[in-house]
């Protein structure tokens, strides 16, 4: 990989080996006199990788034999990495949604609109943001060359974060209304 305009003397490349116990693999490789990187990990199947300098983190999709090229700016933490090599499908589309759906639908940002909307409202709310990121995914150009379990990773966490919306409802509705008023949950 390549930095531009770097704050430290290294990248921090870490991934989770056990989401359970959140437990973390990292290796540190530091900067050549250009700025460049290079490392092996030591992966079983495809995963989320971050690499992180002083101010910026760039979230990867990466796949055992992968060979991946990331060039990004430090000091520019909104501007889109580039990502190129073998295998690197699942991360250029990683960080184009990102950029377009991650900015709209930022966990913050979704569960904010619980102060303006009651629960119906909210429900189909989060159902239309998961029917968005699945269009997302299904409209996307090189669909077919991504690989099936990054697929299913993305699918089954789009799921998984509409319950965990849902779920949180009633305890930021409580917090946003500072306990005024009934959240008027609907059946289910």
């Known amino acids: 990989g390549q930095v531009e305009n770097p704050t430290g003397e290294e990248v921090e490349v870490f991934y989770y080996k056990e989401f359970v116990t959140n437990s973390?693999?990292?290796?540190t490789l530091p900067l050549d006199?250009?700025?460049?990187?290079?490392?092996?990990l030591p992966m079983t199947e495809g995963q989320f990788v971050y690499l992180r300098v002083p101010g910026r983190t760039?979230?990867?999709?990466?796949?055992?034999?992968?060979?991946v090229r990331v060039a990004f700016d430090a000091a520019d933490p909104d501007?889109?990495?580039?990502?190129?090599?073998e295998q690197s499908l699942e991360s250029r589309f990683f960080l184009e949604y990102h950029q377009q759906l991650g900015s709209r639908y930022g966990r913050m940002m979704v569960l904010e609109r619980?102060?303006?909307?009651?629960?119906?409202?909210?429900?189909?709310?989060?159902?239309?943001?998961?029917?968005?990121?699945?269009?997302f995914l299904n409209d996307y150009e090189e669909r077919a060359g991504l690989?099936?379990?990054f697929v299913q990773t993305l699918t089954t966490g789009?799921?998984?974060?509409?319950?965990?919306?849902?779920?949180?409802?009633?305890?930021?509705?409580?917090?946003?209304?500072q306990g005024e008023g009934d959240p008027n949950l609907p059946e289910g």
Do not use: C, I, W
């Open 114 to 135: 619980v102060a303006d909307l009651d629960a119906a409202a909210f429900m189909d709310f989060v159902r239309g943001v998961e029917q968005e990121k699945r269009a």
């Open 158 to 177: 789009f799921r998984y974060e509409t319950y965990q919306f849902l779920l949180e409802y009633p305890r930021y509705h409580a917090y946003l209304t």
């Open 147 to 149: 690989d099936p379990g």
């Open 58 to 67: 760039v979230q990867l999709y990466l796949l055992p034999g992968a060979d």
């Open 79 to 85: 501007g889109l990495p580039e990502v190129s090599g």
């Open 33 to 40: 006199g250009n700025n460049a990187f290079e490392g092996t």
């Open 24 to 27: 973390l693999e990292s290796v």
